[in-house]
């Protein structure tokens, strides 16, 4: 219950347990490295405050790989043959595109059930991304290969305890990112006319092909949002727009690149987590998580949660006794 933002809460009280300290609306702006080239420790910068310099002897960046290697590592680190070898087996994820709906009713009133669907509007895969990519970003919202549709509202228990009467839908697509890159310098919600014309154009398509698969939400929609890749750059931090990091190509999962992408990097003291270390989403963050954490601490901790489970297995089978 809760959404997304219940894996932080249950997070952050580990790390303080442990002594940790969890920082938030501290932007890290750079990875310290010293004379060695290792890395550090971090310069992190709150709203309206100065810099501040926190070193450690390990920094773990689960920021992404182009993040951490063009933005956060100084020049002169970023131009070494290792890292710039890294960075050109990879290449950016497609751009997001989003859609948040607002509606009057209950997740029973409205038959929304916690699945996630997804639709395509024909067989031919090939010719729905060829068809939609080679349109003008004007023409392309009739061309929308694919949508991700779900209902967090009618997944969460405590939804209808906290919002009573009302329910959501989020819709995903994907759109190139450079349709939308020459407002990507603009204030949010202040970027033009052209844009938001555009943006529209690609939320209202979607919010008509979204009714057509449930139709009984037509007469039942409250509100709606919607975010472009220029958006998800803003408040993500996603270089272009991406919602799941490297691009997951063929020559993604070639052994060359599955073998150079570790969660050391050529930079001693610094490692990378996250999904772009193996895979995408929230499976392949976590993943990247245990990868980084066995590098880190020189043991495999996948066999320390075999262990973990043949002994809450065994407390369970006594409990039973």
Excluded at 37 to 60: E, H, L, S, W, Y
Excluded at 243 to 268: C, E, L, N, S
Excluded at 269 to 286: H, K, N, R, V
């Amino acid at each position: 219950g809760g959404g997304a933002s219940e894996i932080t809460f249950h997070l952050v009280p580990v790390i303080e347990k442990s002594g940790g300290a969890v920082l938030a609306k501290a932007t890290v702006e750079k990875i310290l490295v010293n004379s060695d080239k290792q890395a550090c420790g971090v310069v992190v910068r709150g709203k309206g405050q100065d810099p501040v310099n926190i070193f450690a002897p390990v920094v773990i960046s689960g920021a992404g790989i182009f993040n951490t290697y063009e933005k956060l590592l100084p020049p002169e680190i970023r131009a070494m043959p290792e890292i710039q070898s890294q960075l050109g087996m990879m290449r950016h994820g497609d751009g997001g595109f989003s859609l948040f709906i607002g509606l009057k009713g209950t997740k029973e009133e409205l038959n929304l059930l916690g699945a996630n669907y997804i639709y395509f509007p024909d067989t031919n895969l090939e010719m729905l991304e060829k068809r939609f990519v080679s349109a003008s970003p004007e023409d392309a919202p009739a061309y929308i290969p694919m949508l991700y549709i779900a209902s967090a509202s009618a997944k969460d228990p405590t939804h209808e305890d906290r919002c009573p009467g009302k329910s959501t839908l989020t819709v995903l697509s994907f759109t190139p990112y450079e349709w939308f890159e020459e407002w990507k310098d603009k204030k949010v919600q202040k970027r033009g006319s052209d844009y938001e014309s555009l943006k529209s154009g690609f939320a209202d398509a979607m919010l008509e092909t979204t009714i057509q698969i449930f139709p009984q939400i037509k007469d039942k929609i409250d509100c709606y949002t919607s975010g472009s890749p220029v958006t998800n750059q803003h408040y993500l931090g996603a270089p272009r727009g991406e919602f799941y990091g490297a691009q997951h190509d063929i020559a993604r999962m070639q052994p060359d690149t599955v073998t150079a992408m570790r969660a050391k990097t050529p930079i001693k003291g610094l490692y990378l987590t996250g999904q772009d270390i193996l895979l995408c989403g929230f499976a392949g963050a976590l993943t990247g998580g245990m990868i980084c954490a066995s590098e880190i601490l020189g043991r495999n901790l996948y066999l320390d949660l075999q262990k973990l489970r043949r002994q809450i297995i065994q407390e369970k089978a006594k409990k039973l006794e």
